[in-house]
Nanobody
Framework: QVQLVESGGGLVQAGGSLRLSCAAS????????MAWFRQAPGLEREFVAS????????DYADSVKGRFTISRDNAKNTVYLQMNTLKPEDTAVYYC?????????????????WGQGTQVTVSS
């Protein structure tokens, strides 16, 4: 079992940047696919980005391509989401998720481990 704790959220002006972190417990972190999802008020949870266990494969939602970068440090059991050129529509609670295999990464129901979320608010 993997426990996930997100941090790094906050309030930022449009055009600004934030870096989210997700610290994982457990010895199997380096073997896990990791992903970020987000959920805005009144909307469904949506896929943001994913990264395979080695960091060699990543995927992004079209809405964040070119602005967000997912990365991981297996020595620190941590995955990051660097968010640049933030827009008000990026405002949401951001969640970190983990699962064993890099398949159907955009499907939130396929992830067995979730963090508690961190709020990101982008003001216009």
């Amino acid at each position: 079992q993997v426990q996930l704790v997100e941090s790094g959220g906050g309030l930022v002006q449009a055009g600004g940047s934030l870096r989210l972190s997700c610290a994982a417990s457990g010895r199997t972190f380096s073997m896990r696919t990791m992903a970020w999802f987000r959920q805005a008020p009144g909307l469904e949870r949506e896929f943001v980005a994913s990264i395979n266990r080695t960091g060699g494969t990543t995927d992004y939602a079209d809405s964040v391509k070119g602005r967000f970068t997912i990365s991981r440090d297996n020595a620190k059991n941590t995955v990051y989401l660097q968010m640049n050129t933030l827009k008000p529509e990026d405002t949401a609670v951001y969640y970190c998720a983990a699962k064993p295999i890099y398949i159907n990464v955009w499907n939130g129901q396929s992830y067995g481990n979730w963090g508690q979320g961190t709020q990101v608010t982008v003001s216009s």
